[in-house]
């Protein structure tokens, strides 16, 4: 198999960061593989919310319920769905910022913002912007490993062939 598809079936969620700060260079570089994610009908119906320092992050972290990571990451991005958007964009961005991000050597780990009413208190989303999904990012540790939740499951229970 080739080292793209490789890299790409070896991403991982990493929860465990170092506690140095992700440089500006690499969030523009992970910043600018997520403007070239592909869009419906390329109307690229989103924006990107940067949080580096620590007041934010522990903010945003009281907007989900397993946000750990947020509070032990030292950058995050949130990714809002503006008027007219939808979610699958925001999902293929994520996965597009999680990519990059492990592509220059920082972790990352997608984040959901369960609580709707600490959402809106804290980042104050215009009218018709949805802010549900982040990605907590920061350099790995000597020792950081994914989370081990299990294997995955066989293609056959999850393919069905037509």
């Not at 198999?1 to 991403?11: G, N, R």
């Not at 700060?21 to 869009?39: C, N, Y």
């Not at 990519?99 to 997608?110: E, K, M, R, T, Y």
């Not at 913002?113 to 540790?141: C, M, N």
Request: with cysteine; charged share 25%.
């Amino acid at each position: 198999m080739s080292d793209m598809y490789d890299f790409i079936v070896k991403l991982r969620a990493i929860r465990q960061y170092s506690e140095g700060p992700v440089s500006r260079d690499d969030l523009e570089k992970i910043l600018e593989a997520a403007r070239w994610t592909g869009s419906s009908k390329n109307r690229q119906k989103w924006s990107f919310l940067v949080f580096t320092d620590r007041e934010g992050l522990d903010g945003l972290a009281r907007c989900g319920s397993f946000t750990q990571p947020l509070r032990d990451a030292t950058a995050a991005i949130v990714l809002v769905q503006e008027p007219g958007g939808n979610m699958f964009d925001i999902g293929r961005a994520a996965q597009n910022i999680m990519l990059a991000a492990q592509a220059i050597g920082v972790a990352s780990c997608p984040i959901t913002l369960h609580k709707e009413d600490e959402v809106q208190d804290f980042l104050q989303p215009k009218s018709g912007q949805i802010a549900r999904y982040a990605v907590a990012l920061g350099y790995p540790t000597e020792d950081s490993k994914p989370a081990n939740f299990g294997g995955r499951k066989e293609q056959q229970r999850l393919v069905r062939w037509l």
